[in-house]
Nanobody, 124 residues
Framework: QVQLVESGGGLVQAGGSLKLSCEYP????????IGWFRQTPGKEREFVAY????????QYADSVKGRFTISRDIAKSTVYLQMNSLKPEDTAVYYCGGEPSGLGSSSPDDYEGWGQGTQVTVSS
């Protein structure tokens, strides 16, 4: 199964910043919307942000709006998630997936190609 590859996680103090990267195989996911989700133990995967294929329209969860920015470098087949003003409640494993319609969705069920994830830990 073809997967996306997440990277860029780490340990940061509250108020700090991290930039996550999601590399996707262009042949399989080149026309997809790419979404970021996060998950903590015992909880369901939670929507964070997505960027649509057409026009690059972005959508964010209310909990990250104004702090996180999603962007896409088509030439590098990479989607980024810039995370600023991080809070301890942002601590989670972050995953990216591809949504085939290209429009984007806030439901993880509409995505495929999940990678191994990247751990983000925000200390208080």
């Amino acid at each position: 199964q073809v997967q996306l590859v997440e990277s860029g996680g780490g340990l940061v103090q509250a108020g700090g910043s991290l930039k996550l990267s999601c590399e996707y195989p262009r042949r399989t996911f080149g026309d997809d919307a790419i979404g970021w989700f996060r998950q903590t133990p015992g909880k369901e995967r939670e929507f964070v942000a997505y960027i649509a294929w057409r026009g690059g329209r972005a959508q964010y969860a209310d909990s990250v709006k104004g702090r996180f920015t999603i962007s896409r470098d088509i030439a590098k087949s990479t989607v980024y998630l810039q995370m600023n003003s991080l809070k301890p409640e942002d601590t989670a494993v972050y995953y990216c997936g591809g949504e085939p319609s290209g429009l984007g969705s806030s439901s993880p069920d509409d995505y495929e190609g999940w990678g191994q994830g990247t751990q983000v830990t925000v200390s208080s």
